[in-house]
């Protein structure tokens, strides 16, 4: 089956600085990637829309310039939290589809912030 | 707007019993409707899916009930067991789109 690779699976870092965080599809080309944000007992909020080779489409309140997303490739995202701040700490979830139709988003197994 | 549903928040189930989750939604333009189980620490993982143009969709003992008219479906998962206890969230979309999803339900069931 699909599998979606998330890197790293934690993250501890300081207020102030900036975290990567990858998002790779390893066996098929993802055209499109969303990523997601998840507090404690909550469910999924949307964050942005990533296509492959252009700008990335931000939900309603999401900050395009704290939250920096590229799509280099077909089996490459990633999520750049800039000036990380306590108030980011929280468990950022990728996914991918293999098409613009119907098919299946897969999800990676997120990646849990700290910002001390 | 909160386009999805789902309820209950929480669900409680003796083993073997038959875990029902319920979602509905309010976009009549949906036209895929899938179910996510995520274990604590993990990201979200397609259960099963179904399209409205039928009205259930059995997969082991996972079964989905849609009702169209009543935009309305849901997840009964039978002969529940320990290890399905997770969180499930329904989920829409329309035409390929991005997925809307419910608020969650946490499920336990106890042995």
């Known amino acids: 089956g699909a599998v979606v690779s998330q890197h790293p699976s934690w993250v501890i870092c300081k207020s102030g600085t900036s975290v990567k965080i990858e998002c790779r599809s390893l066996?098929?080309?993802?055209?499109?990637m969303f990523w997601y944000r998840q507090f404690p007992k909550q469910s999924l909020m949307l964050m942005a829309t990533?296509?492959?080779?252009?700008?990335?489409?931000?939900e309603q309140g999401v900050e395009k310039d704290k939250f920096l997303i590229n799509h280099a490739s077909l089996t490459l995202s990633t999520l750049t939290v800039t000036s990380a701040h306590p108030e980011d700490s929280s468990f950022y979830i990728c996914?991918?589809?293999?098409?613009?139709?119907?098919?299946?988003?897969?999800f990676g197994n997120g990646t849990r912030l700290t910002v001390t | 707007q909160q386009q999805v549903k789902q309820s209950p928040q929480s669900l409680i189930v003796q083993k073997g019993g038959i875990s029902i989750i319920n979602c509905a939604y309010e976009?009549?333009?949906?036209?895929?409707f899938p179910w996510y189980q995520q274990f604590p620490g993990k990201g979200p993982a397609l259960l099963i899916a179904?399209?409205?143009?039928?009205s259930e969709k059995k997969e082991g003992r996972f079964t989905i009930s849609f009702n169209k008219s009543a935009k309305q479906f849901s997840l009964h998962i039978m002969d529940s067991q320990p290890g399905d206890s997770a969180t499930y969230f329904c989920?829409?979309?329309?035409?390929?789109?991005?997925?809307?999803f419910g608020g969650g339900t946490r499920l336990m069931v106890k042995p």
């Open positions: 996914s991918a589809k293999r098409d613009s139709g119907n098919s299946p988003l897969h």
């Open positions: 066996d098929f080309q993802a055209t499109t």
């Open positions: 990533s296509n492959e080779g252009s700008k990335a489409t931000y």
């Open positions: 976009n009549t333009a949906f036209d895929y």
């Open positions: 179904i399209r409205p143009d039928v």
């Open positions: 989920a829409a979309s329309k035409a390929g789109n991005m997925l809307t």
